[in-house]
Nanobody
């Protein structure tokens, strides 16, 4: 599976942004898809994950503000980010594995990352 994330940019606090992750490969619908982020000087952290069947899980820091979704026909995963805060500033990565997991080291495939900068 090859992944390519896009949609990052510079926004102001309170704005919204939607990230996209395009996946290649015939078995995309079998994978759980996750979003992670890494801020400067910090470790990569879990943001959200969606199972092959559509079940979703979120980090407490983004719950209620971010929504993960997938379109298996288009082989796309999305992260809708609302009410953005400066502390959301990071490089965001999409990742894939066969089942839901929450640690970066458990994922097999990674996209290249897209930078989100939220100004105050």
């Amino acid at each position: 599976v090859q992944l390519q994330a896009s949609g990052g940019g510079l926004v102001q606090a309170g704005d919204s942004l939607r990230l996209s992750c395009a996946a290649s490969g015939p078995t995309f619908s079998n994978y759980a898809m996750g979003w992670f982020r890494q801020a400067p000087g910090k470790q990569r952290e879990f943001v959200a994950v969606i199972s092959w069947s559509g079940g979703t899980y979120y980090a407490d820091s983004v719950k209620g503000r971010f929504t993960i979704s997938r379109d298996n026909a288009k082989r796309m995963v999305y992260l809708q980010m609302n009410s953005l805060k400066p502390e959301d500033t990071a490089v965001y990565y999409c990742a894939a594995r066969f089942s839901v997991a929450f640690m970066p080291g458990e994922y097999d495939y990674w996209g290249q990352g897209t930078l989100v900068t939220v100004s105050s």
